[in-house]
């Protein structure tokens, strides 16, 4: 899930806000039994963290590549689409309804006011983003491809593949560009759409019209123009882009080839390397939760 999913389940879930857990499960090992009784004192998301605070301590949840969650309010379910499998990861029951979460990281953080430790200007969702931050920021990464760099959370919190893959496409940036290669025109129409089509994601989020509005983000036809849309795994995070050689001037080097790994038996295999945020590795192939 991308930042704008976890600012929307923040806004899903605020009815918890204020409300008392009375019930607990899930097949999570950090504690969980400890957050029985307690009641919710705020939850709020960043990039994409959501994140639950009690009186003295708060659980963080990350939903990584594969997590996802439901809730209901009053019986009625309140949250999106997504699909969901296996047993859950944990189960709050409050007296006005439910959460449960699947396949997500979920960690305490011992902090009476974790908010205050998040730094909200690298938040595309927040008020308090701040986009000339964020292309000083990029500047210091002159080597790096923009496609790398866009998923750094520590510049563009929420940003993930399909957002990257839709900004580098909205600003006919290739994603195997090199900053340093890239004008500053270009570089703050990159920042500047990375928080417009967020906002545009969570929009279409809302309706559950997301997938059907997506220009390049696994599609085949170039909607601009009529060209094949190709797709290479590439850069430091192994992560796949989406891109249509002729709008986003594509020229690939040697450098942006899929990294190949060497197994001990002496084979290689194109299997992803582990992504931020810890996880088994996965095959690619699998479709992540937007
Ligand atoms: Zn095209």
Redesign the pocket.
């Known amino acids: 899930m991308e930042g704008p999913s976890l600012y929307l389940a923040a806004e899903q879930l605020q009815p918890f806000a204020g409300r008392r857990i009375t019930g607990v499960s899930g097949n999570s090992k950090i504690g969980i039994e400890r957050l029985a009784g307690l009641e919710v004192r705020q939850i709020f998301s960043w990039g994409k963290h959501l994140v639950f605070q009690f009186d003295t301590f708060a659980l963080r949840v990350h939903f990584m590549l594969w997590g996802t969650f439901a809730a209901t309010v009053e019986g009625q379910s309140v949250t999106g689409d997504y699909r969901r499998s296996g047993p859950p990861r944990l189960v709050l029951l409050f007296p006005n309804g439910e959460i449960t979460i699947w396949a997500a990281s979920v960690k305490f953080v011992e902090d009476a006011n974790a908010k205050g430790a998040y730094d909200f200007s690298a938040d595309v969702m927040s008020d308090q983003w701040n986009a000339r931050a964020a292309l000083a920021k990029l500047r210091a990464f002159p080597r790096a491809e923009i496609a790398d760099v866009l998923l750094d959370q520590a510049i563009f919190a929420g940003v993930g593949n399909i957002i990257k893959n839709e900004v580098l496409f909205r600003t006919r940036v290739s994603p195997f560009a090199k900053i340093s290669a890239i004008s500053d025109r270009k570089l703050r129409a990159i920042v500047a759409d990375a928080r417009a089509f967020s906002f545009r994601f969570l929009e279409l989020r809302r309706v559950f019209a997301l997938r059907k509005n997506l220009e390049i983000y696994r599609k085949s036809t ?1 909607p ?2 009529g ?1 094949k849309i190709e797709r290479r795994v590439h850069g430091q995070r192994a992560r796949r882009s989406f891109f ?1 050689r ?2 986003q001037a594509v020229r690939l080097t040697g450098s942006s080839r899929t990294p190949i790994r060497h197994s001990r038996s002496g084979t290689s295999s194109r299997t992803a390397p582990r992504r931020d945020g810890g996880g088994r590795p996965r095959r690619i192939r699998l479709r992540a939760q937007a």
């Open positions: 170039c601009r123009c060209g249509c002729k709008c």
